[in-house]
């Protein structure tokens, strides 16, 4: 089976800024642009949406031989292909129009209604990665992400055998490899992170016999589920280690409410020392309000770790962008008590129940007039598009709705523009948009769960002194009223100093990855130490 090569290949179904439709997009991009700078050898392996993957990917002109995979009796073929991001790192690109050759990623409306095939896509994505092997050699890692990437490891141990690589030498993988290993009998290391539990990619059990797995893998113990297919729970029992995108996310899957029905087998994991929640981050050159090119005002400060004097500064930056952004919008600048403008409460966010979007709608239509200037961007579930157009509607000078496309320019501009950033979410594995909203200046509405509870300190909490925001206790429209009060009463008070503080220490938290990607780091070598 050929040789290992000292790399590690992150598998999975988006990576921005190519393809994105969430977080793990983001993710996909950026720590693999970490461990890189780091010397580690990484690639990345996606499916290759023709229709979508525009400018930034250098292809590169080779040919490789097609490979091929029975589902069931029919056969399908696939290319590989390879290429670079203008950020330099190697992708290897699975083609297979038929599968692949969509307008979305999983399906319309931002993936809230999958295409009804997702179960072979991905399961392509297994098989074309593993073939990808054969032509690149064995990396000794594999790093595979969220339900789209649950048959990775299945196809990795039916293609190499059950025994993991073992290596004594730590930092084989910054290290050009002074003698080749054989893959013959081994198999590389399987790291599996679940970005989200709320997706678990479950089929009807008779379609296991149709995605090339084999059938020894129909089994409680690995992807059978209560006479389901579920392709996450195979996915991380048959891994070497998962990982969950935050501390707080992997205590909190491990119980009845936050574990989808999987949290027995990852209260097991946990107590067998194979599960650990490590912080996403987020990118720092590319989310810089110094540098965004996508913004209209940039930050006019160079130190970046603010004193409370920079405050000036940073209102200067949120009003100029805020009115810039209403003059794109067309909604009028309104001033309330003091001469200050409202506050501009920002969303973006796909619309599912779980983000809490429609519990935020609520909370404004059962106040009789606001006192808040509001942007929404997102898409997901129609009724939610639905309830924001027609708040829109009803309050078109105070509130601009933009639903279904998802527009990232529009997505900087509202992260740059807002006082408050609202994400009350019912469940959070990390959450992103609180973390660049920060970095931005911006002060956070959130439930206290999962990535959040890890990112946000509360003004209520005096433990930490350094509050960004406040949590909403209760994740009804009352408690989501309830916590904006707060805000507005403390950005409307005759002390600017104290809501000054609040957005400097937003603008202070450090959200990079060099934490978690030295954990990451640490893990790679463990797990085939
Ligand atoms: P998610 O649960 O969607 O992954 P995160 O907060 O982890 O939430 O990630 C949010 C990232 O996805 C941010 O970069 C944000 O700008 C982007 N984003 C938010 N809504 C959408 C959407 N509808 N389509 C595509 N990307 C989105």
């Known amino acids: 089976m050929g040789q290992f090569n000292n790399e590690i290949w992150f598998i999975g179904a988006e990576m921005a800024p190519l393809v994105k439709a969430g977080g793990l997009g983001d993710v996909m991009g950026s720590l693999p642009g970490v461990l890189l700078k780091a010397g580690i050898n990484v690639r990345v392996v996606i499916p290759y949406y023709k229709n979508i993957i525009p400018q930034n990917l250098i292809e590169i002109k080779e040919s490789y031989p097609a490979g091929k995979v029975n589902f069931g009796e029919i056969p399908f073929e696939f290319g590989i292909k390879t290429g670079i991001t203008n950020r330099g790192i190697p992708l290897i690109l699975i083609e297979q129009n038929h599968f692949f050759n969509r307008e979305e990623v999983y399906g319309p409306h931002g993936g809230i209604y999958g295409y009804k095939d997702n179960l072979w896509r991905f399961a392509m994505l297994a098989h074309g990665a593993a073939y990808a092997m054969r032509i690149f ?12 990437g649950g048959f990775v490891p299945a196809v990795i141990k039916q293609t190499f055998g059950d025994k993991k690589v073992r290596l004594a030498a730590a930092g084989i993988l910054n290290a050009k490899l002074s003698k080749h290993i054989s893959a013959d009998g081994l198999r590389p290391a399987v790291i599996f992170t679940i970005h989200n539990l709320g997706y678990q990619g479950v089929y009807g059990i008779d379609d296991f016999y149709d995605i090339g797995i084999d059938f020894r893998y129909n ?6 589920h209560f006479g389901t297919l579920n392709s996450l729970k195979g996915g991380m029992l048959l891994s070497d280690f998962v990982t969950t995108v935050s501390p707080t996310y992997a205590n909190e899957v491990t119980t009845p409410v936050f ?28 989310w810089n309000p110094k540098t965004d090119n996508l913004i209209p005002h940039n930050l006019n400060l160079q130190e970046n770790n603010y004193k409370p004097k920079d405050y000036k500064e940073w209102k200067e930056f949120k009003l100029k962008n805020k009115k810039a952004l209403f003059s794109e919008v067309s909604l009028p600048l309104k001033i309330g008590r003091n001469g200050k403008p409202l506050p501009l409460l920002g969303i973006v966010s796909r619309f599912t129940e779980e983000k809490g979007i429609d519990i935020f709608l609520d909370s404004l239509f059962n106040w009789d007039n606001f006192p808040f200037q509001v942007i929404i961007l997102g898409s997901g579930k129609d009724y939610i598009e639905g309830k924001a157009l027609y708040l829109s509607e009803i309050h078109r000078d105070k509130v601009y709705s933009h639903t279904g496309k998802y527009d990232e320019a529009l997505s900087h501009k509202i992260y740059a523009a807002s006082d408050i950033f609202v994400m009350p979410s019912k469940f959070e594995p990390c959450g992103l948009s609180q973390m660049i909203a920060m970095r931005y200046g911006g002060v956070i509405a959130a439930g206290d769960t999962g990535g959040l509870h890890d990112t946000v300190s509360d003004i209520m909490d005096t433990n930490t002194g350094k509050p960004s925001g406040i949590f909403i206790k209760h994740l009804d429209a009352n408690g989501v009223s309830w916590a904006l009060n707060e805000l507005y009463n403390i950005y409307m008070s005759n002390n600017d100093e104290i809501w000054g503080n609040l957005v400097i220490n937003s603008a202070n938290k450090h959200f990079g990855w060099d934490n978690s990607a030295k954990i990451y780091e640490n893990l790679y070598y463990n797990i085939i130490k």
């Open 137 to 148: 050699g064995v990396p000794l890692i594999i790093h595979t992400h969220d339900w789209s």
């Open 219 to 224: 089994s409680s113990s690995a992807y059978e």
């Open 259 to 286: 574990g989808f029905g999987l949290n027995g087998e990852l209260k097991n994991l946990y107590n067998d020392g194979k599960l650990k929640g490590i912080l996403n981050g987020i990118d720092l050159d590319y």
